[in-house]
């Protein structure tokens, strides 16, 4: 099956700091990918949808100015957590879809972020 | 998007049969039902899915009735290592394919 790897696998920094987060499609082209934020013992929540190419489109809630996504190519995904603070601290998921041809999400095995 | 309800958690023992229920009252007719499987520090893995009837793969079965409001992931024979949280989702063609996580099940398998 697809592969989605996410690097680092866990992040700790100090509070002020920024972190990029990296979300790749080993072998396959992503024309979409999705970021997810997950709290301890909660579900996943959508962040943002990532198209190669364009703009990030954020869910209600999410500030663009913070989280910062770019998508440069068909490949990578990058999510940059800006001036974190410990409230940021969380669990993030990135997916990827390979294409038109299916729905079926790939997840990236998730970044454990934590901001003391 | 259709809203998912299923129970927030469940326990079993291993080698038995495990039956986790979702209803999906709002389900439209375009859309699928899909389970995820989730262990803890890892992204959700697809586990399978399914429109109608019955689905089975090497992991699971999936049972979806008539009127498609419910639907039933048999787990057969469980092992320790099925301890995971397992969503249920419907993905319909909404044009952003982007996925709603609801609560989940937490499936407890004791030795």
């Known amino acids: 099956g697809a592969v989605v790897s996410q690097h680092p696998s866990w992040v700790i920094c100090k509070s002020g700091t920024s972190v990029k987060i990296e979300c790749r499609s080993l072998?396959?082209?992503?024309?979409?990918m999705f970021w997810y934020r997950q709290f301890p013992k909660q579900s996943l929540m959508l962040m943002a949808t990532?198209?190669?190419?364009?703009?990030?489109?954020?869910e209600q809630g999410v500030e663009k100015d913070k989280f910062l996504i770019n998508h440069a190519s068909l490949t990578l995904s990058t999510l940059t957590v800006t001036s974190a603070h410990p409230e940021d601290s969380s669990f993030y998921i990135c997916?990827?879809?390979?294409?038109?041809?299916?729905?079926?999400?790939?997840f990236g095995p998730g970044t454990r972020l934590t901001v003391l | 998007l259709a809203k998912t309800t299923q129970p927030i958690s469940m326990d079993s023992y291993e080698g038995q049969e495990v039956n986790i229920t979702c209803s999906h009252n709002?389900?439209?007719?375009?859309?699928?039902i899909t389970w995820y499987q989730q262990f803890p520090s890892q992204g959700p893995r697809f586990i399978i899915q399914?429109?109608?009837t019955k689905v089975t793969n090497e992991v699971a079965s999936l049972f979806i009735p008539a009127d498609r409001k419910s639907s039933t992931l048999s787990l057969p024979r469980v092992s320790l290592s099925d301890t995971a949280v397992y969503y249920c989702?419907?993905?319909?063609?909404?044009?952003?394919?982007?996925?709603?996580f609801g609560s989940g099940t937490r499936l407890q398998v004791q030795p």
């Open positions: 997916s990827a879809l390979p294409g038109l041809a299916t729905d079926e999400q790939f």
């Open positions: 399914g429109y109608k």
């Open positions: 989702l419907v993905v319909g063609d909404t044009g952003r394919r982007a996925l709603t």
């Open positions: 072998d396959f082209q992503a024309t979409t």
């Open positions: 709002n389900i439209a007719t375009n859309d699928y």
């Open positions: 990532s198209n190669e190419g364009s703009k990030a489109t954020y």
